[in-house]
C-alpha cells in the first residue's frame, strides 16, 4: 500500500498563491506516476498536473503557467506550487500515486478556496 497525506490548503484571495505537500510513504518505490488532481462541487474530479517518474511533466490546459508539479524523491515528497489563482480553482486537490503492479492510491483531500 502506498499512504498520501495532502496538505497546504487553504482560503486565499484571487491572484494570491498557494503551495500544496503530499508526503508518501508505503511501497513508495512501486510508484510509477504521480499526479495532483481535483474535484469542485457538482464537477467530475480531473487532472491538474501529473509528474513522471523520470521527471516528466504534463498540465491541464486551464493551469499551464500558473501552476507547477516538483516530486522530492529524497523526502518522498511532491509539491504543486499554485499562482495567479483565480476562483475557477476552487476545489478539493488530491494527491494520486500509480503503480503499475499495486494500482491507484489517493490521499484524503485538502481544500482550496479562492475568493474573487
Known amino acids: 500500500q502506498v499512504q498520501l497525506v495532502e496538505s497546504g490548503g487553504g482560503l486565499v484571495q484571487a491572484g494570491g498563491s498557494l503551495r500544496l505537500s503530499c508526503a508518501a510513504s508505503g511501497i513508495i518505490w512501486s510508484i510509477n506516476t504521480m499526479g495532483w488532481y481535483r474535484q469542485a462541487p457538482g464537477k467530475q474530479r480531473e487532472l491538474v498536473a501529473g509528474i513522471t517518474d523520470g521527471g516528466s511533466t504534463n498540465y491541464a490546459d486551464s493551469v499551464k503557467g500558473r501552476f507547477t508539479i516538483s516530486r522530492d524523491k529524497a523526502s518522498d515528497m511532491m509539491y504543486l506550487q499554485m499562482n495567479s489563482l483565480e476562483p475557477e480553482d476552487t476545489a478539493v486537490y488530491y494527491c494520486?500515486?500509480?503503480?503499475?503492479?499495486?494500482?491507484?492510491?489517493w490521499g484524503q483531500g485538502t481544500q482550496v478556496t479562492v475568493s474573487s
Open positions: 494520486n500515486a500509480e503503480s503499475r503492479r499495486f494500482g491507484a492510491f
